[in-house]
């Protein structure tokens, strides 16, 4: 009985933990300009008041037409403010004074076109550059991305709440990325791109109305939202591309992605080098028998994932191709290949998330057809 208790108390203050951790998260810590060396930056506040403080104690408020210009020396900050000299310090914080407020920072060494972030700002000086970290709410980090990632593409809130979420989910699962350094996720494609506060009514509606939200699998763990620009109508299986079985990552049709914007491509190959590349990966092109079937390989009637046993995937990378979905045919001295789709064909194709979301599916309708067996939760 005691036994039974304790196993019942571990797997409730594990859960609770599990739980707590994700929920809690209140504030990310995102990297600013982390593919650069900047030398020297102009903070601006936008909207609201901030403060400045450093690590000696002191707290100066700024108003919203203070320029403030923070230079590198030596591991040390030079701050000035509209121009003059105000002090030298370790480390700065730009902290909010007001519910909502948000800056714009422009690096000037070297010159980079200024952006706009919203909420706190720290500044120190590592490896002899400047180490910018926005220190954001969750909620504001979301719409960002958004907004920098699928800003153009549609004005549908709802296709803005599937990419919250999916947002949310790869914020969730990859909160230690950058532990070691400092910070959680940098603003580049290595982690989410990031390059602006969200502006748009659209997005901001869409990213605050999913607000909590993400999606787990039938065993209740967060996924890994994969997408890709357009599956050609039907999805890939992650096993196919990566050779690791995911269950929520199988295929499936996808008549949405018919007629998008990169639903077809079409790319024509010297005859010879389409041949010489498979007899370079053993195959005998004398074989009449090969020889045709590198000829006249289709996959009409569904993927396939192989020519002969070299997968479309290497093929693919060789030849820089949009897709593995294609066609084969002879075209006088080359090969024509006719494709369908755009990108690894992984999880969700955006352009029929969009199309779905505008012939009025509901958000988790979209997430449920591209992502198998699994839920939206509000945590
Ligand atoms: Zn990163």
Not at 316 to 332: A, C, I
Not at 350 to 365: D, F, N, P, S, T
């Amino acid at each position: 009985m005691k036994k039974i208790f304790l196993i019942l108390t571990l797997i409730f203050v594990f859960n609770f933990n599990a739980f707590s951790q994700a929920s809690s998260v209140e504030n990310v810590r995102i990297r600013l300009f982390s593919d650069k060396n900047i030398e020297q930056v102009m903070f601006i506040p936008s909207f609201g008041s901030y403060f400045l403080e450093t690590e000696q104690g002191d707290k100066l408020k700024l108003s919203k037409t203070t320029k403030l210009i923070v230079k590198d020396l030596d591991g040390q900050l030079e701050i000035k403010i509209n121009d003059t000299i105000y002090k030298k310090a370790k480390k700065i914080n730009l902290t909010p004074s007001g519910l909502k407020s948000f800056f714009q920072i422009k690096p000037l060494n070297p010159q980079i076109t200024e952006r706009r972030y919203e909420d706190g700002l720290e500044i120190t000086s590592k490896n002899k550059s400047l180490f910018i970290i926005n220190v954001v709410k969750t909620d504001n980090y979301i719409a960002g991305v958004v907004q920098s990632e699928t800003w153009g593409a549609t004005t549908n809130i709802d296709f803005f709440k599937v990419q919250a979420i999916c947002c949310r989910n790869y914020l969730m699962n990859n909160l230690e990325k950058h532990a070691g350094e400092g910070y959680n996720l940098c603003d580049g494609v290595h982690c989410q791109a990031y390059k602006t506060r969200a502006n748009k009514k659209e997005v901001t509606e869409g990213a605050y109305k999913s607000k909590g939200e993400v999606i787990v699998d039938s065993q209740g763990n967060i996924i890994e939202t994969l997408f890709h620009s357009n599956s050609g109508g039907e999805t890939v299986n992650a096993k196919d591309v990566w050779g690791k079985d995911v269950p929520y990552l199988v295929s499936v049709e996808d008549s949405f992605s018919v007629g998008g914007k990169h639903y077809q491509w079409e790319k024509y190959i010297k005859l010879k080098d389409w041949l010489n590349y498979f007899r370079n990966k053993g195959l005998n092109i004398k074989d009449k028998e090969i020889e045709d079937a590198l000829l006249t390989f289709s996959q009409e009637s569904g993927r396939k994932t192989d020519i002969m046993g070299i997968s479309l995937k290497t093929i693919r990378e060789d030849f820089d191709l949009k897709s593995t979905y294609f066609n084969v045919q002879k075209w006088g001295g080359e090969v024509k290949l006719t494709g369908k789709g755009y990108g690894h064909g992984v999880g969700m194709s955006q352009e029929g998330a969009i199309k779905m979301c505008e012939e009025g599916y509901e958000y988790w309708e979209v997430i449920e057809h591209y992502f198998k067996g699994v839920k939206v939760i509000k945590q």
